[in-house]
T-cell receptor
Framework: DTEVTQTPKHLVMGMTNKKSLKCEQH?????MYWYKQKAKKPPELMFV???????INESVPSRFSPECPNSSLLNLHLHALQPEDSALYLC????????????FGPGTRLTVL | KNEVEQSPQNLTAQEGEFITINCSYS?????LHWLQQHPGGGIVSLFM???GKKKHGRLIATINIQEKHSSLHITASHPRDSAVYIC???????????FGTGTRLQVFP
C-alpha cells in the first residue's frame, strides 16, 4: 500500500462551523505533513509531525489545529475559518524526517462561506 | 528573489517534442525533488536527487550541485504529460521543502 488517503474530498463550511480533515497512510512512514495550496500557487507548508510529535509549525493561525493520534493518522481541526482560508489542503508523508520522498494525498478542497 | 526559481513559467509543446524545465536554487541543499501536479490537485513525486542523473521512462532529471541547477527533461512528449511541474528543495537538517512556483506544461496532439 503506497497510498496517502484524505477525507473528505470536498468540504464547504461556514465561518462558525467546526470541522476536521483526515489523512491516513499505512506505509509505516514516521513523518507527516499538512500543506495549504491556493489556486495557481505552489503548496505552502503548515505543519510537520515527526514520530507523532509536532516538529514544525509555520506560524499557522490557531484556527487550524493539527493532531497526530497515531503514526498512521493525521487530522487538521478547523474552527472559525475565514473565506481566505478556502484552498486545497494536502497531506503528505515520508519514511523518515529530513530525508526521503514525500508521498502526497489527493487533497481536500475546502470552501469557507 | 525566490529561493527556488523555475523556468519557463508556462510551456506549450506539440506531441512528440523534447521538453526541458529548469530549476535554480540559491544555497546548498540536501536534496531536490521534482513533482507533478495534474488539474484537480493530486501531486506525484517524480524524482528525488542529490547528485547526478535519474531516468524513469520518458522522464530524465539531472542536477549540477556546483551550479545549483537542475533540469527535468521529457522525451517524446504526450498530451497526458500536461500538468504543472514543481521543483522543491530541502535545506540540510530540516524537514521542510521549499517549492518553486511551478511550470505549467500543455502538450497538444
Amino acid at each position: 500500500d503506497t497510498e496517502v488517503t484524505q477525507t473528505p474530498k470536498h468540504l464547504v463550511m461556514g465561518m462558525t462551523n467546526k470541522k476536521s480533515l483526515k489523512c491516513e497512510q499505512h506505509m509505516g512512514h514516521r513523518a507527516m505533513y499538512w500543506y495549504k495550496q491556493k489556486a495557481k500557487k505552489p503548496p505552502e507548508l503548515m505543519f510537520v509531525y515527526s514520530y507523532e510529535k509536532l516538529s514544525i509549525n509555520e506560524s499557522v493561525p490557531s484556527r487550524f489545529s493539527p493532531e497526530c493520534p497515531n503514526s498512521s493518522l493525521l487530522n487538521l481541526h478547523l474552527h472559525a475559518l475565514q473565506p481566505e482560508d478556502s484552498a486545497l489542503y494536502l497531506c503528505a508523508s515520508s519514511q523518515a524526517p529530513q530525508r526521503d520522498t514525500q508521498y502526497f494525498g489527493p487533497g481536500t478542497r475546502l470552501t469557507v462561506l | 528573489k525566490n529561493e527556488v526559481e523555475q523556468s519557463p513559467q508556462n510551456l506549450t509543446a506539440q506531441e512528440g517534442e523534447f521538453i526541458t524545465i529548469n530549476c535554480s536554487y540559491s544555497v546548498g541543499i540536501s536534496a531536490l525533488h521534482w513533482l507533478q501536479q495534474h488539474p484537480g490537485g493530486g501531486i506525484v513525486s517524480l524524482f528525488m536527487l542529490s547528485s547526478g542523473k535519474k531516468k524513469h521512462g520518458r522522464l530524465i532529471a539531472t542536477i549540477n550541485i556546483q551550479e545549483k541547477h537542475s533540469s527535468l527533461h521529457i522525451t517524446a512528449s504526450h498530451p497526458r504529460d500536461s500538468a504543472v511541474y514543481i521543483c522543491a528543495v530541502r535545506w540540510p537538517n530540516t524537514d521542510k521543502l521549499i517549492f518553486g512556483t511551478g511550470t505549467r506544461l500543455q502538450v497538444f496532439p
